[in-house]
């Protein structure tokens, strides 16, 4: 996969995680892309409906499953704005995504909103199963950016 082609969907990923953030929702999004390259799903955080599990990464495998068989999306990547937290990474696993890359590390967030998530990195979590589902991340070309959305959900808890 060649960068530029990556930093479109990260790109992507990162408008689609300020649109949640205006919306309401955490600031964070995910596609799915089919082997091919094209994008076959976005979906935006939206923890804003009052589900608090309805984080991007999960939602979209939820919906993902429904609509693709295992096999197909073992060939899948998803391009998260974040690592996928336990929780996600475990949707992963379950619905058999085989690839996941990501724009920010779960550590790098943490160094700017502080501690106040589950501390299991999404590699340790998918290292427990036997799949080798590929986590990749993070994604330097696009971390200014992305950095300056986390500080400013940071600075709208007041
Ligand atoms: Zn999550």
Redesign the pocket.
Known sequence: MDIQKEAKYFERALALSREAFATGNDPFATLLVGPDGEVLMEQMNDVGTGDPTR?D??TLIAKAALKYDADFLWQCTAYAAME??C??AGAAFWANIGNIKYLMSEKQLGAITGPGGLDLPSTEVVKCGPKDIKIEGPFEPLLPEMERLMKEWVKSWG
Do not use: D
Request: charged share 0%; glycine share 0%.
């Open positions: 984080h990464t999960n996928p937290c929780m996600c």
